[in-house]
């Protein structure tokens, strides 16, 4: 495997952020900060800024998603508006560019199916039709972390993934809970490159999966999913770097062993298993010390765990070292 190639989503060398630089920038940071996790956003503020309209198309068939907002995240910071957000994607199988959506819209996601296998009681596949109705939709905004510096702040509708786990009923030996994305080559070009191991696999260990924050989401902005942000179901780890949050996913997989994940096996020193956020460890080859709100281009400081670091540091109780933020 090449990796001295770039990867597409990684910054240029030229556009990380140097260490100088940002140490000069904390005074502007301070201010900044007052925006930051922390400081609450009244809901009918952070409706209102989701009310943007837009004219991006959702899968067709789906229904609109309005369950109730669980207010127990707040985001603290306001809704990165719906076009801005539904347009700045990441989805390799697509392309290595940002405006992915356009060529996202060819991919067939009705209907849909999930297998569930490996260590569970019953290997099965379920309909997601009939998964939605053993779960309970919510709808949460969670801040959105990608490794390389960029951020936003969106309304998930979905269900904890723990109802997912619970539903397929794992055996006691299952370690670690394996997301696989569909491969639809007819609608996905960069399925050819052989660059990358395709499919694409993403994971957590049981404990994370079963911890509250881990979300798995069908829809985005009080709609159906859009293709491009991983229609009709994808996971969403708002505490880790946004490349752990497989799109699409078509396997749930239940195992002893810690699985090879796509972008580990292409560089495990830079996007390792953990992938947990942290200002204070850098990428080898850029700072994660702040990060850009896409849509106002603002820099703010990073939090650790993205800010959601009481209700998940926890999970990592005894473990040490920078690979569990890499
Ligand atoms: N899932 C699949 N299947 N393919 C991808 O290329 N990119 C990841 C993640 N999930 C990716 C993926 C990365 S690097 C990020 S930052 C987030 O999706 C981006 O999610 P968004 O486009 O909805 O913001």
Known sequence: MNILKRIGWEIPEHQATPEAAVLNRRAVLAGAAALSIGGTLAPGAARAAAAAPTALPTPAGLPAMNPPRDMTYRAGRALTPEKIATTYNNYYEFSEDKDLWRAAQK????????RIDGLVGKPRTVGLDDLLKQVT??????????????????????????????????????????????EEPKAMPGLDS?????????????????????????????KPLPKQSGAPIRITLPWKYGFKSGKAFVKV???????????????????????????????????????????????VPTQIYNGYGPFVAS???GMKGDMLFR
């Open 107 to 114: 991919m067939t996601v009705s209907p849909w199916s999930i």
């Open 137 to 182: 939709l919510q709808e949460r905004v969670y801040r959105h972390r990608c490794v390389e510096a960029w951020a936003m702040t969106v309304p998930w509708t979905g269900f904890p993934m723990a109802e997912l786990v619970k539903l397929a009923d794992p055996l006691g030996s299952a370690k670690y809970v394996v997301f696989t994305t569909v």
């Open 194 to 222: 052989p660059l990358y191991p395709w499919p694409y696999v993403e994971g957590v260990t049981m404990a994370e999966a079963m911890n509250d924050l881990a979300f798995v989401s069908v829809g985005l902005y009080g």
């Open 253 to 299: 997989s239940f195992t002893e062993t810690m699985p090879k994940t796509f972008w580990a096996q292409l560089a495990p020193d830079e996007y390792g298993f953990w992938a947990n956020v942290n200002p204070a460890v850098p990428h080898p080859r850029w700072s994660q010390a702040t990060e850009r709100l896409i849509g106002t281009d603002q820099r």
């Open 315 to 317: 999970l990592y109780a």
